[in-house]
């Protein structure tokens, strides 16, 4: 039985778009195995999969150590250049790698774009062939596509074309410029210098191996590459030597039996609600990574309760995570239930519209759902900006601002979606059926079946 090691982003939205693709694949007879941290075992191994704890090379990376204290930051970035401490905990990382690659031998390497810088030459270097997994969509440069962190919403004319490039071009010298500038900020003590390090420590060849023509971040060359952001979702779909755009790949039914007994009171209460043909349940929740822009998520939450009290016949659930306090939005309107977390996928099956970040999961989610969506992207160091041009390119939402749309404002969008509901939906199922066609393809199986079959020819 061929094994097939799925190396993956600590983060639960990034595994969640794997566990089709697994699925399908353990249907075709290979053994699937996980690695990662402690916090996902439970869920992977509840999913019928092996897993295998392995730590972050780099315990606490000091971009990450910004966020949580500046004092930290610069103690951390002035010891390592005496003790080489960072350095040690990677050798420490790529060992235990090693251990858990001759315990499994895999025959292929699915890999989170987000660690391919980190590890992809180590799997090389050990004859293992690599498949990138994408979660955004492509970020390499196609005609009349903006950039995944870009807003603009492409037309048929020749200024779009050229702009789109222009803005392509213009993002990928700024990302490299970037790039240089956080290194020399960190004295080239960043996770990437660091496993470069090791790499030249153990004699590895990097010289013209790394991809910087891209919109976001940099990769390795030449590698199989895997999109799962929903293909009937882009603009235009570009036909890439050793780039599969096989997403989206939904475990729709993954959830199990809820036990939160608040939730599930609230679902019953929805329930009744939901008799009354005048009534709309409004579900807002922006996401897992809503800690990274927390002040800015807490002023849009307490926006979201002055929106309530403006629709006093709509019902309104909030998602805000572990990262609010929720003693922050009090008086909570009557209309309005704040959780720290709901199961996502049974709250859309009661939802008549959701306010989302734009993450491509949710998006998905909601189409599969039937929901339409508002789309208030909170950042542009991330793909959530395009996510939401595409959302109104395909006319299945709206989009607004985080920082300067009122509760006013938000109020006029989710009536106007209220008002122009048939609208929505159809254009939303008509997109529905272009999900489930890809969602129950196997292609995925045939397209790794063939790189494995390649490579050990």
Same mark, same amino acid.
């Given at each position: 039985?061929?094994?097939?090691?799925?190396?993956?982003?600590?983060?639960?939205?990034?595994?969640?778009?794997?566990?089709?693709?697994?699925?399908?694949?353990?249907?075709?007879?290979?053994?699937?195995?996980?690695?990662?941290?402690?916090?996902?075992?439970?869920?992977? %191994?509840?999913?019928?999969?092996?897993?295998? *704890? =392995?730590?972050?090379?780099?315990?606490?990376? #000091?971009?990450? $150590?910004? +966020? @949580?204290?500046?004092?930290?930051?610069?103690?951390?970035?002035?010891?390592?250049?005496?003790?080489?401490?960072?350095?040690?905990?990677?050798?420490?990382?790529?060992?235990?790698?090693?251990?858990? %690659?001759?315990?499994?031998?895999?025959?292929? *390497? =699915?890999?989170?774009?987000?660690?391919?810088? #980190?590890?992809? $030459?180590? +799997? @090389?270097?050990?004859?293992?062939?690599?498949?990138?997994?994408?979660?955004?969509?492509?970020?390499?440069?196609?005609?009349?596509?903006?950039?995944?962190?870009?807003?603009?919403?492409?037309?048929?004319?020749?200024?779009?074309?050229?702009?789109?490039? =222009?803005?392509?071009?213009?993002?990928?010298?700024?990302?490299?410029?970037?790039?240089?500038?956080?290194?020399?900020?960190?004295?080239?003590?960043?996770?990437?210098?660091?496993?470069?390090?090791?790499?030249?420590?153990?004699?590895?060849?990097?010289?013209?191996?790394?991809?910087?023509?891209?919109?976001?971040?940099?990769?390795?060359?030449?590698?199989?590459?895997?999109?799962?952001?929903?293909?009937?979702?882009?603009?235009?779909?570009?036909?890439?030597?050793?780039?599969?755009?096989?997403?989206?790949?939904?475990?729709?039914?993954?959830?199990?039996?809820?036990?939160?007994?608040?939730?599930?009171?609230?679902?019953?209460?929805?329930?009744?609600?939901?008799?009354?043909?005048?009534?709309?349940?409004?579900?807002?929740?922006?996401?897992?990574?809503?800690?990274?822009?927390?002040?800015?998520?807490?002023?849009?939450?307490?926006?979201?309760?002055?929106?309530?009290?403006?629709?006093?016949?709509?019902?309104?659930?909030?998602?805000?995570?572990?990262?609010?306090?929720?003693?922050?939005?009090?008086?909570?309107?009557?209309?309005?239930?704040?959780?720290?977390?709901?199961?996502?996928?049974?709250?859309?099956?009661?939802?008549?519209?959701?306010?989302?970040?734009?993450?491509?999961?949710?998006?998905?989610?909601?189409?599969?759902?039937?929901?339409?969506?508002?789309?208030?992207?909170?950042?542009?160091?991330?793909?959530?900006?395009?996510?939401?041009?595409?959302?109104?390119?395909?006319?299945?939402?709206?989009?607004?601002?985080?920082?300067?749309?009122?509760?006013?404002?938000?109020?006029?969008?989710?009536?106007?979606?209220?008002?122009?509901?048939?609208?929505?939906?159809?254009?939303?199922?008509?997109?529905?059926?272009?999900?489930?066609?890809?969602?129950?393809?196997?292609?995925?199986?045939?397209?790794?079946?063939?790189?494995?079959?390649?490579?050990?020819?």
């Amino acid at each position: 039985m061929k094994t097939i090691l799925f190396d993956l982003f600590p983060a639960q939205s990034h595994i969640n778009c794997t566990l089709k693709m697994a699925s399908l694949l353990k249907l075709a007879g290979y053994r699937i195995v996980y690695s990662g941290v402690k916090e996902y075992e439970e869920m992977i %191994i509840k999913s019928g999969f092996e897993y295998y *704890v =392995i730590n972050p090379f780099i315990l606490t990376p #000091i971009t990450q $150590l910004k +966020y @949580q204290s500046k004092g930290w930051f610069l103690i951390e970035i002035i010891t390592n250049l005496y003790t080489k401490s960072r350095l040690s905990e990677a050798k420490n990382g790529f060992e235990n790698l090693q251990d858990l %690659i001759n315990k499994l031998q895999p025959d292929l *390497v =699915i890999i989170d774009i987000h660690k391919v810088i #980190i590890k992809a $030459l180590f +799997y @090389q270097s050990r004859q293992i062939p690599i498949v990138s997994v994408h979660t955004t969509f492509d970020v390499k440069w196609m005609p009349n596509v903006p950039p995944i962190n870009s807003y603009f919403i492409p037309g048929k004319s020749f200024f779009s074309v050229v702009f789109t490039s =222009i803005l392509f071009f213009s993002t990928m010298v700024t990302n490299r410029i970037l790039n240089e500038f956080i290194e020399l900020m960190l004295l080239r003590q960043g996770s990437f210098r660091i496993i470069l390090k090791f790499y030249k420590g153990i004699g590895l060849n990097i010289r013209g191996v790394f991809d910087f023509n891209r919109s976001m971040g940099f990769s390795v060359k030449n590698l199989h590459r895997l999109i799962l952001a929903p293909t009937p979702l882009e603009f235009q779909t570009s036909k890439r030597q050793n780039t599969y755009n096989v997403g989206p790949l939904l475990e729709i039914e993954r959830e199990n039996k809820i036990s939160d007994i608040r939730y599930n009171s609230l679902i019953q209460k929805v329930e009744s609600v939901g008799s009354n043909m005048n009534s709309f349940i409004v579900y807002c929740s922006m996401g897992t990574l809503a800690g990274l822009a927390k002040k800015k998520n807490n002023r849009f939450y307490k926006r979201m309760a002055q929106v309530a009290k403006l629709n006093p016949d709509f019902l309104f659930i909030l998602s805000i995570g572990a990262f609010i306090d929720v003693n922050e939005l009090l008086p909570v309107p009557i209309n309005m239930f704040v959780f720290e977390s709901v199961p996502q996928i049974n709250m859309l099956k009661y939802s008549d519209l959701m306010i989302t970040h734009g993450g491509a999961s949710s998006l998905a989610e909601c189409v599969m759902s039937e929901v339409p969506m508002i789309v208030y992207p909170y950042g542009k160091q991330t793909d959530i900006p395009s996510n939401s041009a595409r959302v109104v390119f395909h006319k299945i939402g709206l989009r607004g601002n985080i920082t300067w749309d009122s509760a006013k404002k938000i109020s006029r969008k989710i009536n106007q979606i209220k008002s122009n509901y048939q609208f929505y939906l159809s254009n939303i199922r008509r997109m529905k059926e272009k999900f489930e066609e890809k969602n129950q393809s196997t292609e995925v199986v045939n397209i790794i079946e063939s790189i494995i079959n390649n490579h050990a020819n």
